[in-house]
């Protein structure tokens, strides 16, 4: 129905920078908010940021200030810029998107199977 797929994860050194991207794809009538979510070893899967179809933002505090969530309607896409970054930003990124499919003509959540950012020296 949907896929998401995420991309743009890697190892950087604290204070550095990367851009997650998370193309959505499938029988896609309509994408509602979209958002970021990231799961460290050992925690609960926590919010990062989330943006609606009219660009209304939401962070969490831990990443406000150095994260910045943008999304391009036309292309399905979310993206996450992320400045600044901190070990404790290390974790496995999922992307969920709300969206209502051609079929089931309802809206649903749906997960991305995740990119690892890893922020080491």
């Known amino acids: 129905q949907v896929q998401l797929v995420e991309s743009g994860g890697g190892l950087v050194q604290p204070g550095g920078s990367l851009r997650l991207s998370c193309v959505a794809s499938?029988?896609?009538?309509?994408?509602?908010?979209m958002g970021w979510y990231r799961q460290a070893p050992g925690k609960e899967r926590e919010l990062v940021a989330i943006?609606?179809?009219?660009?209304?933002?939401n962070y969490a505090d831990p990443v406000k200030g150095r994260f910045t969530i943008s999304r391009d309607n036309a292309k399905n896409t979310v993206y996450l810029q992320m400045n600044s970054l901190k070990p404790e930003d290390t974790a496995v990124y999922y992307c969920?998107?709300?969206?209502?499919?051609?079929?089931?003509?309802?809206?649903?959540?749906?997960w991305g199977q995740g990119t690892q950012v890893t922020v080491s020296s």
């Open positions: 969920k998107a709300n969206a209502r499919t051609w079929s089931t003509l309802r809206n649903s959540d749906y």
């Open positions: 943006i609606s179809s009219g660009g209304t933002t």
């Open positions: 499938g029988t896609i009538l309509s994408i509602n908010d």
